[in-house]
């Protein structure tokens, strides 16, 4: 073969939560020229979303294959019309993995079905058999991968597995760039394994959003995707929630006002008696009197399911009043004590 082999490359970027693929050939002089038009940017979602639909769909592209592979080495006519049913099959699909995994076959079925014709001349079936076999053996790797939860178990926490894979890296460094992508290897198998990596290593989780109802990779109990609509609306949610929570705190503000009194006059009564904490703690004792008061008339209205109001108000009004009545015939008391002293 003069023509270069096609080679996917991709690298994953943790950080931005994506993947960047590029089909190219395999020869370093392009490498240098790849631009952001030659590269497939899918998201982390993106690429689950599209291997589960092509996971899930297997089962009717593993026939069609098949079907395909049975013909290559049949009657022309056969092998064509099925191959247009594979074609359409992939112009058909969005899926990232149907048209990749597409791509690369017809690649391989076609030079085979070249070979074969040619052996088919003078009848050579020791050629036949090996182009056959070769592409059998590729679309068996696919289905390996396909088959192997191992490599979908995205939150695996089962035992090491140990295992070997040769591939390569190709860097791209120049002025301000120094990309380091790894070749993949024809059925994926590398990338899959390093994707599940990813998503284990970020401690991402298969989540369901409860707007769109999509599958996607979030955070522990993550309930709203990436999606535009959605995190509009998931915002929107969360600022009535707040609201919500807000509005219930209504019925302790008049305690929270309570214990910041409390506490202030706590101080003012202790910088008056010099830290004399005999009357400091006298002070004090009354303050579960004073909360337990304020306590009842929050019940009363969570009870009543009313709003609390003026009446909280004017009670918080006489609490004060009596705290700094009480404040000052403490105070008394302590000068009272001073005066003996003299
Ligand atoms: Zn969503």
Known sequence: MAENRKILLYRIDEQAKNVIFVVTEDDPELWGNISEDMQTVLSFDEVF??????????????????????????????????????DDNRLNSFNFFTRY????????????????DKAGAFFNTRALKKSTEYVNEVFNNIREVMRDDWNFDFNSESDMKAFRLSFDKIIIRGNDR?????VADTALVNFFYDF??????????????????????????????????????????????KRRAKSKDTYNEHMTKLTTYLSQH?????????????????????????????????????AENIIPGDEQTALLKKLEAEIVVYQSQIEAEWRAEQGKKK
Do not use: P
Not at 78 to 85: C, H, S
């Open 49 to 86: 979303r599209d291997i589960t639909e092509f996971r899930n769909g297997f089962l009717d592209y593993e026939q069609l294959t098949d079907e395909l592979i049975g013909t290559i080495n049949g009657r022309g006519a056969v092998f064509r019309e099925i191959l247009e049913r594979f």
């Open 178 to 182: 120094n990309d380091i992508y790894t």
């Open 266 to 302: 706590t101080s003012g009564l202790k910088a008056t008696v010099q830290e004399d904490m005999r009357y400091v703690n006298k002070f004090k004792s009354r303050n579960a009197e004073f909360k337990a008061r304020m306590k009842a008339e929050i019940d009363r209205c969570q």
């Open 196 to 241: 599940s990596f990813s998503i284990h290593s970020k401690k991402l989780y298969v989540c369901s959003c409860k707007y769109c109802g999509k599958v996607f990779l979030g955070k522990k109990n993550a309930v709203c995707c990436d999606g535009e609509e959605c995190q509009a609306a998931y915002q929107h949610d969360k600022k009535n929630e």
């Open 101 to 116: 995994y597409s791509d690369t076959l017809r690649d391989i079925f076609l030079s085979a079905r070249a070979d074969i």
